[in-house]
């Protein structure tokens, strides 16, 4: 899905973090606080694909709801093509909108059930688009033709369509106000394997159709891998890894990501590497005070457990590939 893409970001989130929790109640106590994302910096360029991997609980999605004004940032700063999102979602999500769609995880349970699709496409048409009647009736025309779904179904119900189906509708609905930026929240973990390539290939040909900018958050990593121009793997809210997809999975440089690697599952392979089940998980009410992985890391030192890393504390490449590691892999 490589593309030719733009040296300048069309998204920008410089030391992100959101915490849930934390608020004073009565008598002054607090509520404990959860920090799912933390310093989180990274760019997405005009045309591309990032691909954002790690495991349940690493902030994946709570950063999907940050780029799409679902939630805002604790702090830090997330611009699209120069404009604060943080502010354009607190005063106008409708303009945030139109540059700016998500596709959910559940295709069937992210659609009304007592809409029909008619009512559900029109919907984004009506409130984000200035089209006329007869021009919405066009543009639903035009997003089903893209989605290769027939004009029949706009009078259906979601229950009378499969997954990968929904899924479809679902993308339609996201295309309807021609977005910029589309973030993918694990767009086909819920279809069959040969209904995951048909949604794929399908996202593929929109992208270059209507010069879209995706990211892909996706716990599959061979998905990942081979619809990703970049990777970014994360790790208790914060950024572990990113570069270049053939470079993350051929030679990864921080110890988490090649765990990951690891321990997937893939064809020919008939054992799986299994980590140590007692293993030490950091604790998300008080973060460790270094890098996060220290403690399920076999080339930890002191140092580790003492000073978070920055992300470029290991590269490769000028840069292009970076890592928050104090001891990288070779």
């Known amino acids: 899905m490589n593309a030719t893409l733009s040296a300048s970001p069309l998204l920008t989130l410089e030391d992100v973090a959101k915490t849930f929790g934390g608020e004073k109640k009565l008598f002054g106590k607090k509520t404990p606080a959860v920090h799912a994302v933390q310093g989180l910096s990274v760019n997405v360029r005009k045309g591309e694909i990032l691909g954002v991997v790690g495991e349940s609980g690493c902030g994946k999605s ?9 939630d805002l940032p604790t702090s830090g700063t997330i611009s699209f093509d120069g404009e604060d999102l943080t502010a354009l979602a607190r005063k106008d999500r409708r303009a945030l909108s139109r540059k700016v769609q998500y596709v959910f995880q559940d295709p069937v349970a992210s659609l009304n059930p007592r809409k029909t699709i008619r009512t559900i496409l029109e919907a984004p048409l009506k409130h984000l688009t200035d089209l006329d009647a007869h021009g919405r009736e066009d543009r639903l025309q035009e997003l089903l033709s893209a989605v290769n779904l027939a004009p029949e179904f706009l009078e259906r119900y979601p229950h009378e369509f499969s997954g990968g189906q929904a899924q479809r509708i679902g993308i339609a609905r996201a295309l309807a106000a021609s977005p910029e930026l589309i973030v993918l929240d694990e767009p086909v973990s819920a279809l069959d394997v040969s209904v995951q390539a048909q949604v794929l290939n399908l996202l593929d040909t929109l992208k270059d159709k209507f010069g879209l900018t995706y990211i892909f958050i996706s716990h599959d990593l061979s998905v990942v891998e081979s619809v990703s121009d970049r990777v970014a793997v994360m790790y208790f809210g914060r ?13 990864a440089l921080h110890p988490y990501t090649d765990l990951l690697m690891r321990s997937a599952p893939a064809p020919g392979r008939k054992e799986l590497f299994a980590e140590d089940a007692n293993a030490s998980l950091p604790d998300p009410y008080n973060p460790p005070q270094g890098c996060a992985f220290a403690a399920r890391c076999p080339a930890a030192s002191k140092l580790c457990s003492t000073q978070r890393p920055a992300s470029d504390e290991a590269s490769r490449t000028a840069g292009n590939h970076i890592a928050a590691c104090h001891h990288p892999l070779s």
């Open 62 to 70: 709570t950063l999907a709801r940050l780029i799409v004004g679902l």
């Open 239 to 251: 950024l572990a890894e990113l570069g270049p997809s053939a470079q993350i999975f051929q030679s």
